[in-house]
C-alpha cells in the first residue's frame, strides 16, 4: 500500500510538472485536457503489479529498475496511439508527453529508493525469514539481509538439526530442528523460507525442498556457488534440468548500443538542464 501510494504520487507529480514546463516554454494548449487523464495512473499501477513490483519484496535495484524502466516506457507508447485513435491528437502536445515520460521514470525511481532508505528498517516493513541452515552459509544469509534491508526480507529464525548449532546468530535465534518447519509456516504464517544447505548431499537435500516448497509461497536455494556475481544471472529451463546462464551484456550488439545511446542521450539532456548553472559557476 505504502509502494502504491508513493507511485501514484511521483507518477502525478511528473503529469502535472511536465504541463507546467511545456506551459513556460510556450505552449498552445489548454491544461485542462490533460487533468482528464489522471485516471490513468492506477492503469500505470495495474501494469507495475502485473510486473511483479508489488510488493517489491526480494528484488535487487537492478532487476527494479529495469521492470519500472520497461513498463513505464510501454504504458506511453501505447498512450500515444490511444489517443491518436480517440481523434484527440491535435489537443496534446507531445513534447508534454516526452517530458512526462523522463519525469514519471525519474520521480518514481527516486520515490521508491527514497520511502525504503525511510521505511526498510521498520519492523512492518517486507517479509519474515526463516532461514534453514545455520552453517557458515546460513550466517552468511542473515547477514546479507540484515545489510540490504531494503530487499524487504527480515531473518526472524533459524532452523538446522545439528544441537551443537542452537543459539543465535547476528541476533537471530536457531530455534530448533528443520521438522519445524511446517508449525513456522502453518501457524506462525511466515510466508518466506531459505534453503542454506549448500553442503548437504543432493540426495537428501532433494526431499527436503520437495517437502517444504509445498509449505512456504516462497522457498528459496542458495546454490554451492560461493564467489560467483549474481548480476545478469538468469535461470534457464534446459528440458525440465535447471540452469544458470551468466550473460555479459556489453558483449551483444543491441545491448551496447542502447548503452551509448543511453548515455549520449542523458549526457545531452543533462547537460542541457545544468548549462545555466555552469554558465552562471564560470561567469562567478
Known sequence: AVLISIDTLCLSMAGFASVWLRLMLN????????????????VFVLTYAMAGLY???GISP????????????????????????????ELYSRGAFLIAWLL??????VGRYGLRALCARQPWWGYPVVVMGAGKTGEM??????RHPSLGLKPVALL????????????????????????MAKDLKIP????????VAYPRLLPLIERYGRLFPHLMIIPDLFG???????????????????RQQLFLPWPKLLKSLVDKALVLLVGLVFLPLIVLISLL
Open 160 to 183: 538446522d538439526d545439528d544441537v551443537k548449532k542452537q543459539g543465535e546468530i547476528s541476533g537471530v535465534p536457531v530455534v530448533g530442528r528443520l521438522s519445524m518447519a511446517p508449525m
Open 141 to 146: 544469509v542473515v547477514r546479507t539481509l540484515q
Open 27 to 42: 505552449g498552445q494548449f489548454h491544461p485542462s485536457f490533460y487533468w482528464r487523464l489522471w485516471p490513468l495512473t492506477g
Open 192 to 199: 518466506y523460507a531459505i534453503v542454506a544447505m549448500p553442503g
Open 228 to 246: 560467483m556475481a549474481s548480476l545478469w544471472v538468469a535461470a534457464k529451463d534446459l528440458g525440465g534440468v535447471l540452469g544458470l546462464e551468466m
Open 55 to 57: 510488493p517489491g519484496v
Open 104 to 109: 514519471s521514470l525519474l520521480l518514481v525511481i
Open 62 to 89: 537492478v532487476e527494479e529498475l529495469r521492470r519500472l524502466t520497461l513498463t513505464t516506457t510501454l504504458m506511453y507508447l501505447l498512450l500515444g496511439p490511444s489517443i491518436f485513435l480517440f481523434r484527440e491528437v
